[in-house]
């Protein structure tokens, strides 16, 4: 006969179960994390969603990247792989956990200043924000064609909001951005944009990083999981019913939905980190290190940056 000790506990065990989801959450909640990512940026679509309730936990979005992730202000950061190469010979801790978007970049140009091709930047002056994935979209742009990088008069504007304004007012002769600025240069310029695009040349991995540090503890690290599972969540939303979350991205981003709709052909998210990923790191670390004259590091280096356990862990939980 069982010991009566034991039905009681065996009672209270299947009772917990049969709690709505909210009230078992309830008992074992889930830390509060603290995630920084451009809040200008469509990219950060995924985690705006998964802050958005997917996510059990609290969930705070403040606007930043890497530099807050190493002063230890939050607990993952949202960045082109760009300020990872940079930031990490910094801080040496930092890991991708998950490619949150990609992004392809363009050139947007005024047919008025005699432009028709890239090969026609030659000599003229490029707004763009300085050390970033979208300087490098145009150096690596001009390479292609056979244009020297000291060939343009590149104009680091900020804040990047002013660069349509620049186009428009003839301050510059094109941009090189992300989204929605380009999409709100062509709306500038009207007739008078000309759009240059390879999307072969490069895109943009918007990734989620996070340190070794927030790695080593284990709540933060069960949060992250069950962080990125959301994140997986979010991608899939986006990919399959992206009209259904416009309107909360307006809100977060403070965009009109037409701007967001029509800047989303340029975005991809995929919720994974994505095969080549350290291919881009690998050519990209020769043009990140020449900003300070070091020598770039190996292919084997830069692998240590990416940590796919937490993706393995949330993928596992999502198949279950």
Known sequence: MPHPGRRKVAAVFVWAWLLPAPQRAQQNPLP?????????TIELAPVLLAANGLYAGPVTVINGGIPNLMRGEVDAATNAETQLLRQSVEDPGLRVILTEAESF?????????????????RGKKIAIAANTSAHYYLVKSLALAGIPEDAVTVVPTTPITRMSTALKNREVDAIAIWEPESELAVAALGPDAIVLQDRSVYRELFNLQTSTKVLNDPAKRSALVQFVKALLTASARLRDRPKESWPL??????????????????????GSI?????????????????????RPRTREQLATLIDRSILDEAKGRVAR
């Not at 509060?32 to 200008?40: K, M, Q, S």
């Open 249 to 270: 991205l307006s809100t977060k981003l403070s965009y009109p939905e037409a701007l967001i709709a029509s800047s989303w052909p340029n975005l991809r998210y995929a």
């Open 32 to 40: 509060a994390l603290r995630i920084a990512g451009n809040t200008t």
């Open 274 to 294: 994505v095969p080549d990923l350290l291919d881009v790191m690998t050519e990209e670390e020769v043009w990140v290190a020449k900003e300070k004259d070091r």
């Open 105 to 121: 970049y363009r050139i947007v140009a005024r047919r008025s200043a005699g432009i028709r091709s890239v090969k026609d930047l």
